[in-house]
Protein backbone atom coordinates (compact mmCIF):
# COMPACT_ATOMS: atom_id res chain seq x y z
CA UNK A 1 0.00 0.00 0.00
CA UNK A 2 1.41 2.91 -0.94
CA UNK A 3 1.35 6.18 1.11
CA UNK A 4 -1.60 7.99 -0.50
CA UNK A 5 -3.61 5.16 -0.36
CA UNK A 6 -2.94 4.56 3.76
CA UNK A 7 -3.33 8.37 3.94
CA UNK A 8 -7.03 8.37 2.41
CA UNK A 9 -7.40 5.02 4.49
CA UNK A 10 -7.26 6.80 7.64
CA UNK A 11 -9.14 9.76 6.32
CA UNK A 12 -12.40 6.99 5.66
CA UNK A 13 -11.83 5.81 9.23
CA UNK A 14 -11.48 9.05 11.17
CA UNK A 15 -14.80 10.68 9.65
CA UNK A 16 -17.02 7.08 10.19
CA UNK A 17 -15.60 6.77 13.68
CA UNK A 18 -16.52 10.61 14.39
CA UNK A 19 -19.57 10.27 12.48
CA UNK A 20 -20.27 7.37 14.95
CA UNK A 21 -20.07 9.46 17.83
CA UNK A 22 -21.85 12.43 16.47
CA UNK A 23 -25.06 10.11 15.15
CA UNK A 24 -24.95 8.81 18.94
CA UNK A 25 -24.86 12.61 20.64
CA UNK A 26 -27.47 13.66 18.50
CA UNK A 27 -29.72 10.82 19.55
CA UNK A 28 -28.73 11.70 23.10
CA UNK A 29 -29.90 15.41 22.59
CA UNK A 30 -33.22 14.07 20.51
CA UNK A 31 -33.64 11.56 23.92
CA UNK A 32 -33.78 9.10 21.13
CA UNK A 33 -31.07 6.54 23.11
CA UNK A 34 -31.61 3.61 23.98
CA UNK A 35 -28.78 3.20 26.68
CA UNK A 36 -28.08 6.65 27.81
CA UNK A 37 -30.41 9.85 28.99
CA UNK A 38 -27.86 12.15 29.38
CA UNK A 39 -24.93 14.10 27.51
CA UNK A 40 -22.93 13.50 30.35
CA UNK A 41 -23.14 9.82 30.92
CA UNK A 42 -22.35 9.41 27.17
CA UNK A 43 -19.20 11.34 27.29
CA UNK A 44 -18.38 9.15 30.47
CA UNK A 45 -19.04 6.09 29.25
CA UNK A 46 -17.46 6.84 25.54
CA UNK A 47 -14.63 8.13 27.51
CA UNK A 48 -14.79 11.34 25.36
CA UNK A 49 -12.92 15.03 25.89
CA UNK A 50 -16.40 16.74 25.59
CA UNK A 51 -14.29 19.90 24.62
CA UNK A 52 -12.61 18.22 21.39
CA UNK A 53 -15.62 16.93 21.12
CA UNK A 54 -17.28 20.36 20.61
CA UNK A 55 -14.33 21.74 18.89
CA UNK A 56 -15.00 19.36 15.74
CA UNK A 57 -19.02 19.31 16.08
CA UNK A 58 -19.02 23.13 16.00
CA UNK A 59 -16.65 23.23 12.75
CA UNK A 60 -19.14 19.94 11.55
CA UNK A 61 -22.41 21.91 11.61
CA UNK A 62 -20.43 25.53 10.50
CA UNK A 63 -19.60 23.74 7.44
CA UNK A 64 -23.28 22.45 6.48
CA UNK A 65 -22.56 19.21 7.71
CA UNK A 66 -19.29 18.40 5.70
CA UNK A 67 -17.94 15.07 6.86
CA UNK A 68 -14.58 16.82 5.45
CA UNK A 69 -15.13 19.31 8.41
CA UNK A 70 -14.11 16.43 11.01
CA UNK A 71 -10.56 15.98 9.36
CA UNK A 72 -8.03 17.65 11.68
CA UNK A 73 -6.98 20.77 9.72
CA UNK A 74 -3.12 22.56 9.67
CA UNK A 75 -2.63 24.66 12.65
CA UNK A 76 -0.41 27.97 12.41
CA UNK A 77 -0.82 30.97 10.23
CA UNK A 78 -2.07 30.37 6.65
CA UNK A 79 0.36 30.89 3.89
CA UNK A 80 -2.24 33.24 2.01
CA UNK A 81 -1.30 35.97 4.76
CA UNK A 82 2.67 36.19 3.39
CA UNK A 83 1.12 37.18 0.16
CA UNK A 84 -1.14 40.24 1.99
CA UNK A 85 0.12 43.86 1.61
CA UNK A 86 1.42 45.10 4.96
CA UNK A 87 0.26 48.38 6.02
CA UNK A 88 2.81 51.29 6.22
CA UNK A 89 2.22 52.05 10.17
CA UNK A 90 1.41 48.01 11.14
CA UNK A 91 3.14 46.25 13.75
CA UNK A 92 4.18 43.74 11.23
CA UNK A 93 6.24 46.11 9.12
CA UNK A 94 7.75 47.51 12.30
CA UNK A 95 8.94 44.11 13.28
CA UNK A 96 10.46 43.80 9.46
CA UNK A 97 12.25 46.88 10.13
CA UNK A 98 13.77 46.09 13.05
CA UNK A 99 14.21 42.89 12.09
CA UNK A 100 16.57 44.10 9.07
CA UNK A 101 18.75 45.98 11.21
CA UNK A 102 19.93 42.52 13.08
CA UNK A 103 17.75 43.01 16.20
CA UNK A 104 16.63 39.65 18.27
CA UNK A 105 12.80 39.31 19.27
CA UNK A 106 13.79 40.69 22.85
CA UNK A 107 14.85 44.01 21.55
CA UNK A 108 12.25 44.04 19.35
CA UNK A 109 9.34 43.74 21.42
CA UNK A 110 11.25 45.95 23.98
CA UNK A 111 11.32 48.99 21.10
CA UNK A 112 8.03 48.35 20.15
CA UNK A 113 6.84 49.25 23.56
CA UNK A 114 8.39 52.65 23.80
CA UNK A 115 6.10 53.57 20.02
CA UNK A 116 3.12 55.21 20.53
CA UNK A 117 2.02 54.84 17.65
CA UNK A 118 1.75 51.01 17.89
CA UNK A 119 -1.24 50.34 19.45
CA UNK A 120 -0.97 47.08 19.80
CA UNK A 121 1.87 46.07 21.71
CA UNK A 122 3.89 42.74 21.88
CA UNK A 123 5.50 39.96 23.44
CA UNK A 124 9.02 38.98 21.96
CA UNK A 125 6.66 35.34 21.40
CA UNK A 126 4.71 37.47 19.37
CA UNK A 127 7.25 38.54 17.71
CA UNK A 128 8.80 35.34 16.73
CA UNK A 129 5.55 34.39 14.90
CA UNK A 130 5.64 37.17 12.81
CA UNK A 131 8.97 36.64 12.18
CA UNK A 132 8.32 33.08 11.03
CA UNK A 133 5.53 33.79 9.32
CA UNK A 134 7.84 36.05 7.19
CA UNK A 135 10.33 33.67 6.79
CA UNK A 136 12.91 35.54 8.55
CA UNK A 137 13.24 34.14 12.12
CA UNK A 138 16.83 33.00 11.09
CA UNK A 139 19.43 35.85 11.02
CA UNK A 140 20.64 36.01 7.12
CA UNK A 141 24.72 36.86 6.20
CA UNK A 142 23.05 40.13 4.85
CA UNK A 143 21.54 41.11 8.09
CA UNK A 144 24.31 40.31 10.45
CA UNK A 145 26.38 42.79 8.08
CA UNK A 146 23.78 45.52 8.31
CA UNK A 147 23.80 44.98 11.60
CA UNK A 148 27.52 45.13 12.09
CA UNK A 149 27.06 48.36 10.24
CA UNK A 150 24.83 50.06 12.79
CA UNK A 151 26.05 49.08 15.85
CA UNK A 152 29.02 50.04 15.14
CA UNK A 153 28.76 53.59 13.88
CA UNK A 154 32.10 55.51 14.71
CA UNK A 155 34.84 55.90 17.27
CA UNK A 156 33.37 56.82 20.42
CA UNK A 157 29.67 55.79 20.14
CA UNK A 158 30.22 53.04 22.69
CA UNK A 159 33.02 51.55 25.49
CA UNK A 160 32.64 48.35 26.78
CA UNK A 161 34.52 48.54 30.28
CA UNK A 162 34.65 45.54 32.93
CA UNK A 163 36.84 44.37 36.09
CA UNK A 164 39.08 41.52 35.83
CA UNK A 165 40.33 39.22 38.81
CA UNK A 166 44.03 38.59 38.28
CA UNK A 167 45.57 35.27 39.26
CA UNK A 168 46.60 35.87 43.24
CA UNK A 169 50.19 36.09 44.02
CA UNK A 170 50.43 37.89 40.08
CA UNK A 171 53.41 39.88 41.67
CA UNK A 172 55.64 37.25 43.46
CA UNK A 173 57.28 39.92 46.47
CA UNK A 174 53.14 39.74 47.28
CA UNK A 175 52.26 35.99 46.85
CA UNK A 176 48.80 36.51 48.98
CA UNK A 177 47.68 39.74 47.18
CA UNK A 178 45.55 39.70 44.59
CA UNK A 179 45.34 42.55 42.35
CA UNK A 180 42.62 43.79 39.40
CA UNK A 181 42.23 45.26 35.96
CA UNK A 182 39.40 47.77 34.71
CA UNK A 183 40.18 47.54 30.86
CA UNK A 184 37.90 49.09 28.21
CA UNK A 185 36.86 48.48 24.56
CA UNK A 186 36.34 50.91 21.86
CA UNK A 187 32.74 49.32 20.47
CA UNK A 188 33.74 50.30 16.80
CA UNK A 189 37.27 50.17 16.73
CA UNK A 190 38.25 47.79 19.12
CA UNK A 191 40.97 50.36 20.74
CA UNK A 192 41.18 49.52 24.08
CA UNK A 193 42.88 50.11 27.48
CA UNK A 194 43.60 48.28 30.68
CA UNK A 195 44.84 49.74 33.94
CA UNK A 196 45.47 47.67 37.37
CA UNK A 197 43.87 48.73 40.11
CA UNK A 198 44.14 47.36 43.72
CA UNK A 199 40.66 46.47 44.49
CA UNK A 200 37.02 46.35 42.78
CA UNK A 201 35.87 49.02 45.14
CA UNK A 202 34.32 51.67 43.46
CA UNK A 203 36.79 54.50 44.61
CA UNK A 204 39.76 52.57 42.85
CA UNK A 205 37.60 51.30 39.95
CA UNK A 206 36.50 55.34 39.39
CA UNK A 207 40.39 56.49 39.15
CA UNK A 208 41.62 53.72 37.12
CA UNK A 209 38.14 54.64 34.29
CA UNK A 210 39.53 57.96 34.42
CA UNK A 211 42.63 57.18 33.53
CA UNK A 212 41.85 55.13 30.53
CA UNK A 213 39.31 58.40 29.61
CA UNK A 214 41.86 60.49 29.46
CA UNK A 215 44.92 58.29 28.31
CA UNK A 216 42.92 56.97 25.18
CA UNK A 217 41.33 60.77 24.45
CA UNK A 218 44.93 61.77 24.37
CA UNK A 219 46.89 59.15 22.26
CA UNK A 220 44.14 58.05 20.06
CA UNK A 221 41.57 61.06 19.85
CA UNK A 222 38.63 58.72 21.41
CA UNK A 223 36.02 60.61 23.55
CA UNK A 224 33.19 57.95 24.25
CA UNK A 225 29.41 58.82 24.08
CA UNK A 226 27.92 56.17 25.87
CA UNK A 227 29.57 53.04 28.34
CA UNK A 228 28.74 49.83 28.83
CA UNK A 229 29.11 47.98 32.38
CA UNK A 230 27.72 45.15 34.11
CA UNK A 231 26.09 45.96 37.08
CA UNK A 232 27.94 45.92 39.77
CA UNK A 233 28.67 47.62 42.68
CA UNK A 234 31.54 49.34 40.98
CA UNK A 235 29.68 50.60 38.52
CA UNK A 236 26.13 51.43 39.58
CA UNK A 237 24.30 53.34 42.90
CA UNK A 238 21.31 52.05 43.85
CA UNK A 239 18.37 54.12 42.54
CA UNK A 240 18.44 56.68 45.07
CA UNK A 241 22.09 57.09 45.76
CA UNK A 242 22.58 57.08 41.48
CA UNK A 243 24.60 60.21 41.90
CA UNK A 244 26.59 59.80 45.32
CA UNK A 245 28.44 57.16 43.32
CA UNK A 246 31.82 58.01 42.30
CA UNK A 247 31.77 55.74 38.80
CA UNK A 248 28.43 57.17 38.01
CA UNK A 249 29.39 61.17 38.82
CA UNK A 250 32.92 60.26 37.01
CA UNK A 251 30.89 59.55 33.97
CA UNK A 252 28.30 62.68 34.61
CA UNK A 253 31.72 64.94 34.37
CA UNK A 254 32.45 63.33 31.14
CA UNK A 255 29.23 64.05 29.34
CA UNK A 256 28.72 60.35 28.91
CA UNK A 257 25.62 58.33 28.79
CA UNK A 258 26.19 55.13 31.02
CA UNK A 259 24.33 52.04 29.74
CA UNK A 260 24.10 48.95 31.50
CA UNK A 261 23.71 45.16 30.90
CA UNK A 262 21.07 43.13 31.73
CA UNK A 263 21.19 40.90 34.63
CA UNK A 264 22.97 37.37 34.08
CA UNK A 265 23.39 38.13 29.89
CA UNK A 266 27.65 38.83 30.69
CA UNK A 267 27.51 37.91 25.95
CA UNK A 268 25.82 41.69 26.14
CA UNK A 269 29.21 43.08 27.01
CA UNK A 270 30.87 40.24 25.04
CA UNK A 271 33.74 42.30 23.37
CA UNK A 272 35.00 42.85 26.66
CA UNK A 273 34.55 39.39 28.06
CA UNK A 274 36.46 38.51 25.03
CA UNK A 275 39.15 40.52 25.22
CA UNK A 276 39.29 39.41 28.95
CA UNK A 277 40.68 36.07 27.47
CA UNK A 278 43.14 37.03 24.72
CA UNK A 279 44.69 39.42 27.42
CA UNK A 280 45.28 36.94 29.85
CA UNK A 281 46.79 33.90 26.97
CA UNK A 282 49.07 37.42 26.35
CA UNK A 283 50.29 38.75 28.97
CA UNK A 284 49.66 36.80 32.36
CA UNK A 285 49.68 32.92 31.96
CA UNK A 286 53.01 31.95 32.08
CA UNK A 287 54.82 35.58 33.21
CA UNK A 288 56.53 35.95 36.25
CA UNK A 289 56.06 39.75 37.58
CA UNK A 290 58.29 40.29 40.55
CA UNK A 291 57.27 43.95 41.55
CA UNK A 292 53.69 46.04 41.16
CA UNK A 293 55.52 48.41 38.34
CA UNK A 294 56.85 45.33 36.38
CA UNK A 295 53.06 43.97 36.06
CA UNK A 296 52.03 47.54 35.02
CA UNK A 297 54.67 48.33 32.64
CA UNK A 298 53.97 45.04 30.97
CA UNK A 299 50.05 46.00 30.95
CA UNK A 300 51.08 49.21 29.73
CA UNK A 301 53.16 48.19 26.76
CA UNK A 302 50.46 45.47 25.85
CA UNK A 303 48.57 48.91 25.47
CA UNK A 304 50.75 50.06 23.00
CA UNK A 305 50.98 46.73 21.16
CA UNK A 306 47.28 45.60 21.13
CA UNK A 307 46.15 48.43 20.03
CA UNK A 308 48.88 49.45 17.50
CA UNK A 309 50.58 46.28 16.22
CA UNK A 310 48.54 43.04 16.82
CA UNK A 311 45.95 42.57 13.69
CA UNK A 312 42.58 41.82 15.07
CA UNK A 313 40.51 38.85 13.95
CA UNK A 314 36.59 41.08 14.12
CA UNK A 315 38.61 43.65 12.06
CA UNK A 316 39.37 41.68 8.76
CA UNK A 317 43.37 41.11 10.01
CA UNK A 318 43.05 45.36 10.52
CA UNK A 319 44.55 46.51 13.62
CA UNK A 320 42.81 48.49 15.88
CA UNK A 321 44.74 51.87 15.42
CA UNK A 322 44.03 51.66 11.37
CA UNK A 323 40.08 52.20 12.45
CA UNK A 324 40.88 55.65 13.10
CA UNK A 325 42.10 56.23 9.39
CA UNK A 326 38.90 54.70 8.19
CA UNK A 327 36.57 56.98 10.42
Given at each position: ?5 S ?15 I?E ?26 Q????FY ?32 S ?20 A ?32 K ?7 R ?11 H??P ?21 S?L ?40 G ?29 K???P ?5 I ?18 T ?7 V ?28
Amino acid sequence: MNKSTSYATMQRNTIKYMMGYINEYEQVRRKEHGEYKTVRTFFESKGICYQNFYKFYSRFKASGRREEALLPTRRGPKPRYKEMPIADDSLERRVLEYRAKGFNKFVIAEALKMEHNIRNRCSASTVYRILQLYGVSRLTKSIKEEKRKIVREYIGSLGHVDCHYLPKGVVTSEPHKRYYAIGCIDDYSRLGWVEVIESTKAMDATFGMMDIIMLMNERYGVKFEEIMTDNGSEFCGGATKLMQHPFERLLLHFGMKHRRTKPYRPQTNGKIERFWRTFEEDVIEGAVFSTLDELKDAVLGYNFFYNEHRPHQGLGGKKPQDMLNMH
